[in-house]
């Protein structure tokens, strides 16, 4: 089995859905193991993995985000669609919209955020960390689907797990944020150095806190993302079955055999 695309469930997202023959394969990496399962959709392999583990079991600074996206590496996945429940930083987002994200303000404090922790040094490029080619495809299939896709759109990524006080959520409005959440980096920029494409679909849940009219709960953004996730799911399938593979994109480039991914030898993994 060799999946080309995969799909990284966030929260509420926790089943392959729509898979058939699927099975779960425990993947080996420098940095942890993962389970990932990967079944088959119009004659492509694809592979899914729950961000937070099976079951939710594992907050959003605590996501083994290294394993994760060298266990998709491993198993020869090029592409990636991921999910992401957010917070509304704007009213034209409604809960239930759908944003396309095209830019992250990071603001993330204790995360390992590198493949590339020691030398030989690697900048990865930033300039269009959500892949402009997979958002093409994704904005393509939502016009086929009739789907309403918010396109671009800048992710403040926060540490969590706690949800963001008032004068946060001002903040992240005055700097232009679109939508917050807790886990778009570091994985967007592992997939990057991986070489991956990689692409969000943001579910807005809620509006941010002090902009909400009652106390934000994990409860109700679970809620949501459940009565709307079948949105997302009719995007990310429509667009694995139009089945684009030629990747034009900078993606496969974005390190440029700088170095080999991962850690040098004697480096600790964890
Ligand atoms: N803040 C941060 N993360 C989130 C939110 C929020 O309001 N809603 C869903 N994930």
């Not at 929260?11 to 399962?37: C, F, H, I, N």
């Not at 040094?121 to 958002?135: A, E, I, K």
């Not at 009739?146 to 706690?162: A, I, K, N, Q, W």
Request: aromatic share 8%.
């Amino acid at each position: 089995m060799q999946p080309a695309f995969a799909i990284i469930g966030g929260t509420g997202v926790y089943d392959p859905a729509l898979l058939e023959g699927a099975q779960v394969q425990l993947v080996e990496t420098p940095y942890g193991s993962v389970q990932v399962t990967v079944g088959r959709y119009h004659n492509q392999d694809v592979a899914f993995l729950p961000r937070h583990g099976a079951g939710h079991s594992v907050p959003p600074h605590r996501v083994n985000y290294r394993a994760n996206l060298w266990a998709l590496k491993q198993l020869g996945v090029s592409q990636v669609l991921a999910t992401a429940a957010v917070g509304s930083l704007q009213h034209t987002y409604e809960p239930g919209s759908l944003v396309l994200v095209d830019g992250f303000l990071d603001f993330t404090k204790s995360r390992p955020i590198t493949f590339f922790d020691t030398g030989p040094v690697v900048h990865v490029d930033m300039t269009d960390p959500y892949c402009g080619r997979l958002r093409a495809q994704l904005r393509a299939a939502a016009g086929r689907l009739g789907l309403t896709l918010h396109d671009g759109g800048t992710y403040v990524c926060t540490e969590g797990p706690r949800f963001e006080t008032p004068q946060e959520i001002r903040f992240y409005q005055s700097i232009g944020g679109a939508v917050v959440g807790m886990t778009s980096v570091p994985e967007v920029v592992l997939a990057k150095e991986a070489e991956l494409c990689y692409a969000c679909v943001c579910m807005v849940t809620n509006y941010g806190a002090g902009i909400s009219p009652t106390p934000l709960t994990h409860e109700e953004v679970v809620a949501a993302m459940a009565a709307n996730v079948h949105r997302i799911r009719q995007l990310f399938f429509t667009v694995i079955e139009a089945g684009e593979h030629t990747r034009d994109c900078r993606c496969p480039q974005a390190v440029q055999g700088q170095r080999p991914l991962g850690p040098e030898k004697g480096e600790s993994a964890h």
